[in-house]
């Protein structure tokens, strides 16, 4: 291979990775418009971030396999999530339980002025932490053994004690979120928790910044019919929102 071009693969994967490590994702298509190259290479590129451990392929392109500390989730699309926190703060209902995933975005909404009468399930330790911070504020832990991939207490445990529960509302995210198949996750053990909080609660709030849209991971979690209300960052009558609107109420 020639120096030139050596030297234009190294710098368009570094590239990548810093895409990666600030969003969260990459598309195939997108980034070969940007890089004015074939998906091909693109595809290439992120097999081989991959094989370096920043990279997981999914269908359509590659999320982000680094370091998964609480901070570095909080960091990626970080204004993105701040903004779905503001839409969803205003969804919080007074006097009434409601459900917290264990997710970076909905640890934003956590972030929000709450109610004084709230009370939250959660199954995330962070979530749990913040909200012991607010005087007026009822929280339950659900116990469980912390999944080191996802950050979230799953198991039986974790299952026994969000089915004791009945919620007015929860509020989840997703790994990837795709107009036919749904939300997806990494891990089995993160989709059990995911659906046993929906599963109590009257009304789902699906949570997704819109790197995640079309994106998919190994396992199905909830299908979209079973989400009442999807809010991201986007304004509702976005055009990368189209696919979703027939099958889920935008905000």
Known sequence: ???????????????LTEQLRETGAVRIEEAATEWVVHPMTIRRDLRSLQQDGVARLVRGGAVF???TGIERRQALARPAKRRIAEKAQQLVPRGAAVGIDASTTALELV??????????VTYGLEAFGLLQERPGARVYLT?????????SLVGPLALRALHGFSLARCFLSATGVHPALGCTEPTAEEVE??????AVSAHVVLLADSTKLHL????RSLELAQVDLL????????AR???????????
């Open 1 to 15: 291979m020639a120096v030139g071009s050596t030297f234009d693969v190294e710098r368009r994967r570094r590239g």
């Open 65 to 67: 396999a680094g370091p």
């Open 111 to 120: 972030g929000q002025v709450m109610p004084d009468d709230l009370i939250v």
């Open 143 to 151: 116990g469980g053994e912390r999944d080191r991939r996802t950050g």
């Open 193 to 198: 928790v995911k659906q046993a909080m929906a």
């Open 216 to 219: 998919r991971s190994s396992v």
């Open 231 to 238: 809010i991201t960052e986007l304004d509702p009558d976005d």
């Open 241 to 251: 929102l189209a696919p979703f609107r027939e099958v889920v109420e935008l905000r």
